[in-house]
């Protein structure tokens, strides 16, 4: 038997689940093999991993690697089964331009792929790959999360890369903080807060998180 949590989206969990979508890419795959729906997950005796691995089968690109998600979600609900691959800490060096994470609807068969750019204004070009780390790369998540710690389990953190400081964004469930550290002196400043407000209008749908 699969473990089971159930979550009520009356906004909450959507705002978390597609918060690195929002500036996202929407495509679709072809093939029958690629369509799961609720149904097969009890039928077919499916574990979290066949699950995930039905949806990584989608990708025809070689930049996608699974071991790069530190987290990746099976989300069930009556009308879909959805995959989510994310990163909880996504670093985009000056002028980097990469997907961050992707919602693969394995029922739709369409993925949602969330893309960050640096700067975040950056008109969007041909299509990015998908982000790898680097030991330059891992060195200013190391600096960053070494003044401010790592975001917690229901939050990301974007670090975006310039000449003299890191500018983040951190996004929880019920809070977004900005803020910049001088990469000489470590020094924040720039700080700000705002709590966030689920929305009303958001159709509300059961969904239970296959573990």
């Known amino acids: 038997m699969n473990k089971v949590d159930l979550l009520h989206t009356t906004g909450y969990f959507l705002l978390i689940a597609v918060c690195f979508l929002l500036f996202s890419v929407q495509d679709t795959y072809a093939g029958k093999e690629g369509i799961m729906y609720p149904e097969d997950i009890n039928e077919m005796k499916l574990t979290k991993s066949d699950i995930i691995q039905k949806a990584v089968e989608t990708f025809k690109d070689p930049s996608f690697k699974i071991e790069n998600f530190d987290r990746i979600k099976v989300m069930v609900s009556e009308k879909a089964v959805i995959v989510f691959f994310n990163m909880s800490v996504r670093y985009v060096p000056f002028n980097g331009d990469f997907f961050y994470g992707v919602a693969v609807d394995l029922t739709r068969r369409t993925r949602s792929l969330g893309r960050l750019s640096n700067p975040r204004d950056t008109p969007k070009g041909e299509r990015p790959i998908f ?12 600096f960053v999360t070494k003044l401010v710690g790592k975001p917690a389990d229901n939050a990301t953190m974007d670090i975006l890369d310039n000449s003299r400081y890191y500018d983040i964004l951190v996004i929880s469930e019920f809070q977004e903080s900005s803020y910049k550290i001088d990469k000489a002196t ?18 509300e749908e059961l969904f239970r998180e296959i573990k």
């Open 131 to 142: 982000y790898a780390p680097s030991k330059e790369f891992e060195q200013a998540i190391s």
């Open 186 to 203: 470590g020094q924040i400043f720039d700080e700000r807060h705002n709590h966030l407000v689920p929305a009303k209008d958001i159709e």
